[in-house]
């Protein structure tokens, strides 16, 4: 009988001990998913932030101080991340590609009226490709 009562106190034993476990790796699994979520949610706000500066100028009318202005945002973000082409962003004027907004000064076309045509992104869902017209 003592041997009996030992063996079920040694299985209650072991039972509680694989519930506290069994409670113990849910508890880490969930502390994970939630640091994943945090960490898409984070990914998805720098997205949204990064997309935002250049969505801004996807517009049926934009006059030439506000293409210079985008353009200069273009020429500065392909610097800071020259070394990541996931964030190069290529920008077209009149089906030309532009690397600078000295050539609009120069034409004095900042008078003049456009409007963004296009707008691309690449698979990460970045801005990669913006294609600017001109009305006149």
Request: glycine share 4%; aromatic share 8%; proline share 0%.
């Amino acid at each position: 009988m003592e041997n009996a009562s030992k063996a079920l106190l040694i299985a209650g034993g072991i039972l509680i001990a694989l519930i506290i476990i069994s409670m113990l790796i849910l508890m880490f699994s969930r502390i994970a998913n939630i640091k994943k979520n945090q960490e898409e949610q984070t990914k998805i706000e720098q997205l949204s932030a990064f997309n935002a500066q250049f969505e801004a100028y996807n517009k049926k009318l934009m006059y030439g101080v506000d293409v210079i202005t985008l353009i200069n945002k273009v020429v500065e973000n392909n610097k800071k991340y020259s070394s990541n082409e996931d964030y190069k962003i290529v920008i077209t004027l009149n089906g030309s590609e532009i690397t600078s907004s000295n050539s609009l000064i120069d034409n004095e076309q900042e008078k003049y009226l456009f409007k963004c045509n296009k707008m691309e992104y690449n698979e990460y869902g970045r801005v990669c490709k913006i294609e600017i017209v001109s009305y006149n």
